[in-house]
């Protein structure tokens, strides 16, 4: 087998070879045909075969065909990755398909970017060993390491899926930390929350699930959650059914996490002081700011961030430190910090979700 690491002159075949490009031209006109069949429109519509700029090899012995892209690349490789690819090349050798003097394979619903991002993991170790990986290639690699059997993807998108949405509170509060890097950098364009949720749904990875809908939540008012659910279903390969999945848990779930959020996390706006209050008439009155405060700037009204810490935003926003007696303002953070935490520990809850025993990590029994 060729080793995966070793760089390799490519060549881009000329395309005046009128041999080798009546093979593409037969496998353009049979697409064709298949389109007519299928109701689909004339030749002119299907796009042209064209080989990869990067991923032609002048050695390769196999040519995978995606959408309109060729790559012409080693069997010997495809095969020590994927088992699906080494029985789909066996069983090429009884009737082979041919492109450019090679075994073609074709790959059905799967479009070029996603095999480009595959087949370089391939070719180039450093590739998945980056630091930061785009969410469009972490999800090619979940959804084409479980369809072909390439192991190696697969855990590597479970594994960054998890640290970004993960099973602990600790875990999710360091994400927010300046130093800290994600393995999968924020990308709005591709509404990562949802995209994340969908993949979760189809691929039944259930510990990501309470995070990535959480998130969604709110990230996104609920009367915008359809646009990008549909965004999303089309970069997840998730179905219409998964999309009302989604949207059904994602919509129960918000309006308990806004119950979460006021009644658990803001508990400790219910008047009671703490035990040892020194100025029982200030802390009192500044109860009744906060409690004003919270209403008046919605956050604890329609709110679904249970989780999320309010110390900042809430209290140092609105100099509520310098107000209350200092032990009043320690049993108020106690308080809150003990909230978030049971609204962490309900998030499977809000949402419908049964996490198997280990893969969601509590706080209280």
Not at 6 to 28: F, H
Not at 139 to 167: M, V, W
Not at 191 to 212: G, N
Not at 231 to 239: D, F, I, N, Q, Y
Request: proline share 5%; with cysteine; glycine share 4%.
């Amino acid at each position: 087998m060729p080793d995966s690491g070793e760089v390799r002159e490519r060549t881009v075949p000329p395309q005046s070879i009128d041999v080798e490009m009546d093979s593409a031209r037969n496998l353009k006109r049979q697409r064709t045909q298949e389109a007519k069949v299928e109701g689909g429109d004339d030749e002119d519509s299907i796009p042209q075969l064209k080989p990869h700029e990067r991923l032609w090899f002048d050695d390769g012995n196999v040519v995978i065909v995606a959408a309109a892209t060729l790559f012409r690349v080693h069997r010997g490789i495809l095969s020590h990755y994927s088992s699906v690819w080494k029985r789909l090349l066996a069983q090429q050798e009884v009737d082979p398909e041919r492109l450019f003097d090679c075994p073609a394979l074709r790959l059905v619903d799967d479009n070029a970017a996603d095999v480009e991002y595959v087949l370089d993991s391939m070719y180039d170790m450093n590739f998945i060993r980056a630091r930061q990986l785009k969410i469009t290639v972490v999800s090619a690699f979940l959804r084409l390491g479980t369809k072909y059997d390439i192991k190696q993807l697969r855990e590597e998108a479970i594994h960054r899926l998890s640290i970004c949405y993960p099973n602990r509170l600790y875990d999710y509060y360091k994400l927010e930390d300046a130093d800290f890097v994600r393995p999968i950098p924020s990308d709005p364009t591709h509404c990562e929350e949802f995209l994340v949720s969908l993949l979760a749904l189809v691929y039944d990875l259930k510990a990501l699930l309470p995070v990535a809908l959480y998130k969604c939540c709110v990230s996104t008012p609920a009367d915008a959650f359809l646009p990008m659910v549909d965004k999303a279903r089309g970069l997840s390969g998730g179905t219409v059914r998964h999309a009302q999945l989604f949207l059904q848990t994602c919509l129960a779930g918000r309006a308990k996490l806004v119950k979460q959020r006021a009644k658990v996390a803001f508990a400790f706006l219910d008047g009671t002081l703490g035990p040892q209050c020194r100025s029982e008439a200030r802390c009192e009155s500044l109860m009744k700011k906060m409690l004003a405060d919270a209403y008046n700037h919605d956050f604890i009204i329609d709110n679904p961030a249970a989780i999320d810490d309010a110390s900042v935003s809430f209290i140092d926003y609105n100099e509520y430190r310098e107000e209350a007696c200092r032990d009043c303002f320690r049993y108020f953070m106690q308080r809150h910090d003990e909230g978030r935490k049971r609204a962490w520990d309900a998030l499977p809850w809000c949402f419908g979700l049964e996490i198997p025993t280990g893969d969601w990590h509590r706080h209280f029994g």
